[in-house]
C-alpha cells in the first residue's frame, strides 16, 4: 500500500451573535466563529491534513476568503471537493483524528453527531473518525474565550502497482 500522512491546523476568532459549526454540526452557543464561510475550523482543519496528504497546499489555496464563490458556504461542501481530490489520485481516506482546543461550550454531547456526519463526506465507518475535545484551562486566547484552534491528522491510502 502507499499510505501518507498529512496534519492540518486551523483557528478562528469567536464573536456573540454567529453560529458555531463544528465537525458538520451546529452546536448551540451564544457565540460562533468569524470567518468567510461557515467558519467550522475542524472541517477546516480536516480539510489541510488531507490536502497535506497529497502536498497539495491549503483550503486557503483551493477556496480563497477574497473570492464570493465561497462566501458563507457550507464547509460540508469543501470538505466533500477535498475527498474528490483525494479519490482523483487514487487514494481513499483511511482514518482521521480531530482535536478541537474550546473553552466553551461543551462539546462532548455533539461528538458523537460530528463523528457520524463526517464518516459519510469521507467515505469511511464512524470508527474511522476520531473527534476530540478539550479546553486549555483557561490559558491563552482559547481559554479566554477569544478563539478555537483545531488540529487534524488523515491518513490516505492506495494499492501499489504491481
Known amino acids: 500500500m ?4 498529512g496534519n492540518g491546523y486551523d483557528v478562528h476568532a469567536i464573536a456573540p451573535g454567529l453560529p458555531m459549526w463544528l465537525g458538520g454540526v451546529q452546536i ?18 480536516l480539510c489541510d491534513a488531507l490536502l497535506g496528504c497529497l502536498a497539495l497546499g ?13 462566501k458563507g458556504v457550507d464547509s460540508k ?14 487514494y481513499q481516506v483511511g482514518n482521521v483524528d480531530i482535536t478541537i ?20 463526506i469521507l467515505g469511511v465507518t464512524e470508527d474511522r473518525v476520531s473527534v476530540k475535545a478539550t479546553t486549555t484551562e483557561r490559558l491563552g486566547f482559547v481559554g479566554r ?18
Not at 2 to 5: A, H, K, S, V, Y
Not at 77 to 90: E, F, M, N, P, S
Not at 105 to 118: D, E, N
Open 2 to 5: 502507499d499510505i501518507r500522512i
Open 77 to 90: 461542501l469543501l470538505l466533500a471537493k477535498v475527498v474528490d481530490l483525494v479519490r482523483q489520485q487514487g
Open 145 to 162: 474565550c477569544e478563539g478555537c484552534e483545531v488540529w487534524a491528522s488523515a491518513l490516505i491510502l492506495r494499492p501499489l502497482e504491481p
Open 101 to 120: 482546543a474550546l473553552q466553551k461550550p461543551k462539546l462532548a454531547p455533539h461528538i458523537a453527531t460530528m463523528r457520524s456526519t463526517l464518516a459519510p
Open 58 to 70: 491549503d483550503i486557503g489555496h483551493l477556496f480563497p476568503d477574497t473570492s464570493d464563490e465561497w
Open 28 to 45: 448551540p452557543s451564544e457565540t460562533g466563529f468569524v470567518a468567510h464561510s461557515d467558519g467550522d475550523v475542524a472541517i477546516h482543519a
